[in-house]
């Protein structure tokens, strides 16, 4: 019997429209283009405006286009996984809200959540939905709408963040292309430098954690960047040595979107060029679950099937991972 593979066969994107440039947050908070540029290498963030309006906004889109572009069906859809740190709501599920607003009455669904790793988890959960001979047609989004827990008043968050989302189709493959390792990892120790002090259970919404301001990111920045910038290095050097692989061997590395400077770190530790990572981290910012999705939906033209592709993320949790995927067609 062939092995079954989950392979991506099709992928979208969907940014809003309205664009908060670093020119913007000069006015805002105590802060300037070139710190910001020099620091991050973000330029603008994409915010999506508008009363009532969630991460599955940002999602029904992306949704309908990876639909149209992979010539599917709502009905055919057996799972829709969601990652998100940022659902609608706490329950039900930003995923079950998505599939009743574009048709998926057949699919099941759910939230992950694994900060900036999510996508990545999302993604390896999903493969195993259609490696298990069960399901056909997996959809894997990774969507965010992380201006609604950033504080606007704290200058060294509110220049990372934007919101996005990018969705991809898995399906099963048996001629080698698809999903042919990870590696998931995470430590709980991490928590105290980058969470949200309140909203869940230990400390419930109040009228003293909003005064307090306790519902959006915190983020204390050294530590997190110093065990990203080594989390997210080792993790993608390590794939690449336990599946024989060389920088000349990978087509793409595929880094979260956090902090250029990470992303440049991890090229490095890998022996990739610069010229071989997908970045939009000047256009889009942190989008959280949304970066890598967002950076395939961007460079899909200049994919080709058999293409390995790394892909690599660290978040809050503290939690990261690699993926090597190897592509499954020609755009």
Known sequence: MEKITAAITGVNGYVPEFVLSNKVLETMVDTNDEWIVSRTGIKERRILKGKGMGSSDLAVPAVKGLLEKTNTKPEEIDFLICATVTPDYVFPATANIICDKIGAKNAFGYDLMAACSGFLYALVTGSKFIESGQHKKVIVVGVD??????????????????????????EPSTDETGIKDSILRSDGSGAPYLHQKAGGSVNPPSHETI????????????????????????????????????????????PHQANKRIIDATAR?????????????????????????????????????????????FGGGFTWGSIWVKWAYNS
């Open 269 to 313: 530790r890998m022996d990739v060029g610069l010229d071989k990572v997908m970045l939009n981290i000047e256009r889009y910012g942190n989008t959280t679950s949304g970066t890598i999705p967002l950076c395939l939906w961007e460079w899909e033209n200049q994919l080709k099937k058999g293409d390995n592709l790394i892909l690599a993320a």
């Open 211 to 254: 005064d307090a301001k306790q519902h959006f990111v915190f983020q204390e920045g050294q530590p997190v960047f110093k065990a990203a910038v080594k989390s997210m290095a080792d993790v993608s050097a390590e794939i690449m040595e336990k599946n024989n692989l060389s920088g000349d061997d990978i087509a793409w590395l595929v």
């Open 145 to 170: 709408k992380m201006s609604s827990i950033v504080d606007y008043t704290d200058r060294t968050t509110c220049v990372l963040f934007g919101d996005g989302c990018g969705a991809v189709m898995l």
